[in-house]
């Protein structure tokens, strides 16, 4: 069982549409989630950093921790074409070394 | 957010010269650093973890003596690609290490793309 699990996609949406982005995972020990956005050609870029079960809002995103499932979510209202790119989660343990873990990446196209 | 730098973006080179990548954070310092690469259409690949001022740790299956780190200062980490092959073509992003009370965040840079002929 890979450690995280994220559909690749792609996933293709029209402009205005809520987005429901996805990532499961096995190890207990991670303590802090996060969502990446990365546009073709580009470094991530951070969108939302959690560390624990819940909701988290900023803007039109929201970010969904659900511990006990290992789940969590990252939702996009009123998408826009200018969303349109490749989101990974990304999970790290708690002190000691520092590692990202990335899931494989959502590809997300919004059509206007 | 904190910004990271990368230089150059892109670069194209000869097969068995040596590349040299920058990785600066612009407005903070980073005791630590990391360096991916990043194959089309896959996620990033964790390559080595750099620490100011000792040795970098490098991730199983990476080449030490290929992909030569030195985190010079806090501000600063390089990435040397030895006598580059075609193979070691790919996106190159390093990441720096925020630590703002206690949450702590990774910024990356804009990557480099790497072309070896």
């Known amino acids: 069982q890979k450690e995280v699990e994220q559909d690749p996609g792609p996933l293709s949406v029209p402009e205005g549409a809520i987005v429901s982005l996805n990532c499961t995972y096995s190890n207990s020990a991670f303590q802090y989630f996060m969502w990446y956005r990365q546009y073709s050609r580009k470094g991530p870029e951070l969108l939302m950093y959690t560390y624990s079960s819940g909701n988290k809002e900023d803007g039109r995103f929201t970010a969904q921790v659900d511990k006990s499932s290992k789940y969590i979510s990252l939702f996009i209202r009123d998408s826009q074409p200018s969303d349109s790119a490749t989101y990974l989660c990304a999970f790290r343990f708690s002190g000691g070394y520092n590692k990202l873990i990335f899931g494989a990446g959502t590809r997300l196209a919004v059509h206007p | 957010g904190a910004v990271v730098s990368q230089h150059p973006s892109w670069v194209i080179c000869k097969s068995g010269t040596s590349v040299k990548i920058e990785c600066r954070s612009l407005?903070?310092?980073?005791?630590?650093m990391f360096w991916y690469r990043q194959f089309p259409k896959q996620s990033l690949m964790l390559m080595a973890t750099?620490?100011?001022?000792?040795?970098?740790?490098?991730e199983q299956g990476v080449e030490k003596d290929k992909f030569l780190i030195n985190h010079a200062s806090l501000t600063l980490s390089t990435l040397t690609v030895t006598s580059a092959h075609p193979e070691d073509s790919s996106f190159y992003i390093c990441?720096?290490?925020?630590?703002?009370?206690?949450?702590?965040?990774?910024?990356f840079g804009p990557g480099t793309r790497l072309l070896v002929l």
């Open positions: 407005d903070f310092q980073a005791t630590t």
């Open positions: 750099s620490n100011e001022g000792s040795k970098a740790t490098y």
């Open positions: 990441s720096a290490r925020d630590l703002v009370g206690v949450q702590e965040t990774q910024y």
